[in-house]
Nanobody
Framework: EVEVTESGGGLAQAGGSLRLSCTAL????????IGWYRQAPGNECELFSS???????YYEERVKGRFTISRDNAKNTAYLEMGSLKPEDTGGYYC????????????????????????WGQGTQVTVSS
């Protein structure tokens, strides 16, 4: 079973930065995607950044140029560097570990395992003050 642990998050001022970490154990890092979701109303999670198994990255337009995703497979960990933070970045953030051979879904109920999501982090709150 995939076990995912998040760290980081917290409180930042607008224009500041935060770093989120996501450590996934029991996870096929070389053959799977990993990504970051933000919780939307109705407990839906929306993918805003991911790194595919081949190293290609995806960013939602609203975070492009401000956030950077990376992964260190030797450490079983993915990172999200969040810069130029805005108050509208405030929210709950979840790390999703994809199932081998499948792309992460763009929209999914938070923390629900499906055929394409093998594990979820516990979530972390990011609060950006103006």
């Amino acid at each position: 079973e995939v076990e995912v642990t998040e760290s980081g998050g917290g409180l930042a001022q607008a224009g500041g930065s935060l770093r989120l970490s996501c450590t996934a154990l029991g996870f096929n890092h070389d053959g799977s995607d990993i990504g970051w979701y933000r919780q939307a109303p109705g407990n839906e999670c929306e993918l805003f950044s991911s790194m595919r198994r081949d190293g290609t990255t995806y960013y939602e337009e609203r975070v492009k140029g401000r956030f950077t995703i990376s992964r260190d497979n030797a450490k079983n960990t993915a990172y999200l560097e969040m810069g130029s933070l805005k108050p509208e970045d405030t929210g709950g953030y979840y790390c999703g570990a994809g199932s081998a051979g499948h792309s992460l879904p763009r929209l999914i109920l938070c923390r629900v395992k499906r055929y394409n999501v093998a594990g979820w982090g516990q979530g972390t709150q990011v609060t950006v003050s103006s």
